[in-house]
């Protein structure tokens, strides 16, 4: 019989009281930021929730990696130089970040509503404005970065595929702050136009074929008001193409790329189309704030 | 003992209903019941508390913050655990609470720490990274007390924690709440069942359609009352009765097939105690009838 004595023991750990720093309503929002983009980009959730994500990512590089692979294809032959896919082209083409923005701002908005989970989130220290910014912060990080990183493989791709890496550098100087800014303009816009459409109801289906369906339909009433007045073949343009909602972010960014509205835009031509299309911008921008603002004045 | 909630002519309406009436409240830290039928206007008073609602006259003070100057400094030192369902479905229990820990001001690390721990707390410790949607009912209460504590808030809002549980869950519940005052942490506790504030508060608060009714310590409403049942069975009350008025004692049957007999020291005791045996009787019980707050709160609300 052995003789040995336990000296195991168990110990209830209770509750031990927190005495070390802590943040006030800034950390809270920061926190909230985190979490909605790590919701956003499927970070610690099932593999099915990364797929939109990384499958976006994987789009919006391919126009990149065809042009670098181009570019060094034709290299020392007449056609060097050939440009696929130019940096004010690539900014904001790809309907799949529409896509994503549709499915990824009502799935970090709406189920906080859904779920209730809203009274919770206000029972912390931060406001209605942090969580709304907190939201739009998450999604345009998202929009941003897909805008912007894919940008950055087609620069560094043409610059090591050209003949003097240096001198592609002081050729294209310019593009180092367009590019940016414009993917900074659009990723606002769909930002605030995904949160605005996502605050408004609480099922992330209605909220992400809203989203569609407004851009959509915007488009095709611009489209159908255009070609109607023949705005799209003569060089005068068409005022009424400033409806497409879709479109605004990318005069934006021809404004910033060029100066002026591109050519190829049904707006070319158009008196003041510059001057328009800024206002247009912002006047979405405005009415999604004050939306935002509006569903989260006061806290649930 | 010092005050953690300190309400003067708190008035609240919405629309044509008034949800508080005029309320003034002066609330120690411990354990505080806030008992009051569905409407009294308890969660209404969480609300106020936590500065998600303006009220219409008076002033709120909470952990010694006045909430109309600084809700987020109020809101940063209280804990919300809501009556209703409000956890993100399709996320683990480790992740909602460490989420809320960090909404409540602690460093990342600090609050996956402390999720961990008070996870293991409310017994989930084995659960934590199962999603809360696949949770029963006593689960995603438990989730929700471990949301609420886990910045280590001076004060606990525990709006009806123990609704929609069984009895197991329920007494599960009320003993984690009970722990957490004895750990220091000031806990008001919202409820319509009356007995779950007689067994774990210190303080009791009665609100009846938005007016205060009680506000007093619980141990000065459940005095006792002078009188002790005897249980003898249904059919010998009245020979018991008789035989106990014979010797001078005043007795009345309560309707259950007991007798509440008015006693004036351990010598009337003596005297039942005897009698019940000269009648060869069967003494089932033989107990000191205390007050429960369903007296009291009989007593204090005209609308119940």
């Given at each position: 019989m052995s003789s040995s004595v336990s000296t195991g023991a168990v110990y209830d750990r209770g509750y031990r009281p927190y005495d070390g720093p802590r943040g006030g309503r800034?950390?809270?929002?920061?926190?909230?930021?985190?979490?909605?983009?790590?919701?956003?980009?499927?970070?610690?959730?099932?593999?099915?929730?990364?797929?939109?994500?990384?499958?976006?990512?994987?789009?919006?590089?391919?126009?990149?990696?065809?042009?670098?692979?181009?570019?060094?294809?034709?290299?020392?032959?007449?056609?060097?130089?050939?440009?696929?896919?130019?940096?004010?082209?690539?900014?904001?083409?790809?309907?799949?970040?529409?896509?994503?923005?549709?499915?990824?701002?009502?799935?970090?908005?709406?189920?906080?509503?859904?779920?209730?989970?809203?009274?919770?989130?206000?029972?912390?220290?931060?406001?209605?404005r942090d969580y709304g910014l907190a939201k739009v912060g998450a999604i345009f990080t998202c929009v941003f970065a897909f805008s912007f990183l894919p940008q950055v493989v087609l620069y560094v791709g043409q610059m090591l595929v050209s003949d003097g890496a240096l001198d592609y550098l002081s050729d294209h100087t310019a593009v180092l702050w367009q590019v940016p800014i414009a993917a900074a303009a659009l990723?606002?816009?769909?930002?605030?136009?995904?949160?605005?459409?996502?605050?408004?109801?609480?099922?992330?289906?209605?909220?992400?074929?809203?989203?569609?369906?407004?851009?959509?339909?915007?488009?095709?009433?611009?489209?159908i008001l255009v070609e109607a007045d023949g705005g799209d073949t003569v060089p005068t343009g068409h005022a009424a193409a400033l409806l497409n909602i879709l479109a605004l972010p990318l005069r934006i960014r021809d404004l910033i790329f060029l100066g002026r509205i591109g050519e190829d835009a049904p707006l070319s031509g158009v008196a003041g189309g510059g001057a328009l299309s800024i206002a247009a911008y912002l006047a979405v921008v405005a009415i999604c704030v004050a939306v935002i603002h509006q569903r989260y004045r006061t806290a649930e | 003992?010092?005050?953690?909630?300190?309400?003067?002519?708190?008035?609240?309406?919405?629309?044509?209903?008034t949800a508080l009436d005029a309320v003034d409240l002066d609330l120690p830290a411990g354990r505080v019941g806030l008992v009051g039928a569905n409407g009294a206007g308890k969660t209404t008073l969480f609300r106020l508390l936590l500065g998600l609602s303006q009220p219409d006259a008076g002033h709120v003070e909470?952990?010694?913050?006045?909430?109309?100057?600084?809700?987020?400094?109020?809101?940063?030192?209280?804990?919300?655990?809501?009556?209703?369902?409000?956890?993100?479905?399709?996320?683990?229990?480790?992740?909602?609470?460490?989420?809320?820990?960090?909404?409540g001001g602690l460093?990342?690390?600090?609050?996956?720490?402390?999720?961990?721990?008070?996870?293991?707390?409310?017994?989930?410790?084995?659960?934590?990274?199962?999603?809360?949607?696949?949770?029963?009912?006593?689960?995603?209460?438990?989730?929700?007390?471990?949301?609420?504590?886990?910045?280590?808030?001076?004060?606990v809002l525990l709006d009806e924690p123990t609704a929609g549980l069984d009895p197991s869950g329920r007494e599960e519940m009320l003993a984690l709440v009970d722990r957490l005052?004895?750990?220091?942490?000031?806990?008001?506790?919202?409820?319509?069942?009356?007995?779950?504030?007689?067994?774990?508060?210190?303080?009791?608060v009665m609100l009846d359609a938005g007016r205060l009714v009680t506000d007093a310590p619980t141990e000065t409403l459940l005095h006792q009352t002078g009188t002790v049942t005897v249980d003898v069975g249904p059919a010998a009350v009245a020979a018991l009765s008789a035989a106990l008025a014979a010797r001078g004692l005043r007795a009345s049957a309560d309707g259950s097939g007991s007798l509440e007999v008015i006693v004036t020291g351990d010598h009337d005791l003596d005297t039942i105690r005897d009698v019940?045996?000269?009648?060869?009787?069967?003494?089932?019980?033989?107990?000191?009838?205390?007050?429960?707050?369903?007296d009291v709160f009989t007593r204090s609300t005209p609308t119940s």
């Open positions: 800034r950390a809270a929002a920061a926190a909230l930021y985190r979490t909605s983009l790590r919701r956003a980009v499927g970070l610690r959730r099932p593999w099915r929730q990364k797929v939109a994500p990384a499958v976006l990512l994987g789009i919006a590089v391919i126009p990149a990696v065809i042009n670098v692979g181009i570019g060094y294809l034709t290299r020392g032959t007449p056609a060097e130089g050939f440009e696929f896919i130019t940096y004010r082209e690539y900014l904001g083409v790809s309907s799949a970040l529409l896509l994503f923005v549709a499915l990824v701002a009502p799935d970090i908005v709406c189920p906080d509503r859904r779920q209730r989970v809203l009274p919770l989130i206000f029972a912390r220290p931060l406001t209605g990723a606002l816009f769909y930002a605030l136009l995904g949160v605005a459409v996502a605050s408004l109801t609480g099922r992330r289906m209605v909220a992400g074929a809203t989203l569609l369906g407004i851009t959509l339909v915007s488009s095709a009433i611009a489209g | 003992m010092s005050s953690i909630v300190r309400v003067h002519g708190l008035t609240k309406r919405y629309g044509g209903v909470v952990c010694g913050v006045d909430v109309a100057a600084d809700p987020i400094g109020a809101r940063s030192r209280i804990g919300y655990m809501p009556e209703h369902d409000c956890l993100p479905l399709d996320q683990t229990a480790a992740d909602v609470v460490a989420t809320f820990g960090e909404l460093p990342v690390r600090a609050a996956r720490q402390r999720a961990s721990e008070v996870l293991d707390l409310v017994g989930l410790d084995e659960a934590r990274f199962r999603p809360v949607g696949g949770f029963s009912t006593g689960m995603r209460q438990r989730t929700k007390l471990a949301q609420a504590i886990v910045a280590d808030p001076e004060l005052g004895g750990f220091g942490v000031a806990v008001v506790l919202a409820t319509h069942l009356l007995d779950d504030v007689a067994r774990v508060c210190d303080h009791v019940v045996a000269e009648l060869a009787l069967p003494l089932h019980r033989l107990t000191n009838r205390l007050t429960s707050l369903d």
